[in-house]
């Protein structure tokens, strides 16, 4: 695992207890207390503010409700995580909610928990087909990064001349980062008057990796001046290429960068109130973590040992546009930012 991650995953983890407490009060209040219940909480890792958030408000409404968390932390090994999987089964879980490391392992992991006749919920990660029965809960990626984009095109259509695009590519393994490619090729793809070609820059959803490919990219290219983050997470190392160039500029300034990602993170939201960002692909990560918890266990208390169904996170935009009126909607602008 790369240096950056293993920072980010610790400084993570750390507000993991703070968010617990903060969203205790918020969630649990849909299902009836079922003390005797175990589930079997298995996470990649907490590498993103995301997962943070997700994963404390899932534990605060399984604490509030007494049951059983029996919590396994894969550290992005999706081999270690079909093991745990394995052992909660033993372990006789009553429901299964993961996040996987990527699309095919879920696929995997969920076949063992349909064999064994254990209800799994998949916390916004879909797998990569339809082998499996499972819960899925999943934010509209395409539709989110669409809208997103769109609003950003329009952003430089009003400079009068042509720009040019780049979009930060996530892990191609993760169905949520082709379906962010879609999204920003489609929004792209309607202004042909407006862009130049797009530069595409792979990340694999690891911030060293991004930040290497976003520098070789400015260097080849220093008039690229729009740029999309497949994640929010990635805004960090944005800003460590664009500073020293001069473009890390807000709205307003003859050298602002027109800047989008999708999340909803705290850091997204501070970079639009003080004008960096330009729009944020938003993610309802509170209704996605309720909405999985909530299906899995009225599965358990129904005895469906196999549930078959998808819940759709419709999602939204946030826009400098809307920003003032909207900004309460996005969950990284409700809970607290993370310490420097």
């Not at 780049?166 to 407006?194: C, H, Q, S, T, W």
């Not at 990219?217 to 020293?244: G, H, R």
Request: contains cysteine; positive net charge; glycine residues 8%.
């Amino acid at each position: 695992m790369k240096r950056e991650r293993t920072v980010g995953t610790l400084r993570a983890a750390g507000r993991v207890a703070g968010l617990t407490l903060l969203l205790g009060a918020a969630f649990g209040s849909t299902v009836g207390a079922q003390s005797s219940k175990k589930i079997c909480f298995a996470y990649q890792d907490l590498e993103t503010e995301f997962w943070v958030a997700g994963h404390a408000s899932i534990i605060a409404s399984l604490k509030k409700q007494g049951i059983q968390a029996l919590e396994r932390n894969a550290n992005e090994d999706a081999n270690k995580q079909l093991e745990q999987v394995k052992d909660c089964i033993s372990q006789k879980a009553d429901g299964i909610i993961i996040i996987p490391q990527d699309g095919e392992s879920a696929v995997t992991i969920a076949l063992e928990a349909n064999k064994a006749g254990i209800p799994i919920g998949i916390f916004n990660r879909p797998p990569a087909n339809e082998k499996a029965k499972a819960l899925v809960v999943v934010a509209n990626n395409y539709a989110i990064s669409y809208a997103a984009v769109d609003y950003m095109a329009k952003q430089a259509q009003k400079l009068g001349r042509k720009v040019t695009p780049l979009i930060m590519v996530g892990d191609l393994g993760d169905p949520n980062a082709v379906e962010r490619k879609r999204g920003f090729d489609e929004a792209v793809k309607k202004y042909p008057a407006v862009f130049n070609p797009v530069t595409e820059v792979a990340t694999k959803w690891d911030a060293a990796t991004g930040l290497a490919g976003l520098q070789n990219a400015l260097q080849a290219n220093p008039d690229i001046d729009f740029i999309f983050t497949s994640s929010d997470f990635l805004y960090p190392q944005i800003k460590a290429v664009l500073e020293p160039l001069g473009k890390w500029k807000p709205l307003g300034d003859k050298n602002h960068v027109i800047l989008g990602g999708v999340d909803g993170d705290s850091t997204a939201c501070g970079l639009m109130r003080s004008g960096y960002v330009d729009a944020t692909g938003v993610q309802d990560l509170f209704f996605e973590a309720d909405a999985v918890l909530k299906a899995v266990l009225n599965a358990t208390k129904a005895g469906q040992k196999t549930p078959n169904r998808r819940i759709d996170d419709k999602g939204f935009a946030l826009t400098q546009a809307t920003l003032k009126t909207q900004a309460s909607k996005m969950w990284g602008c409700v809970v607290p930012a993370p310490k420097k």
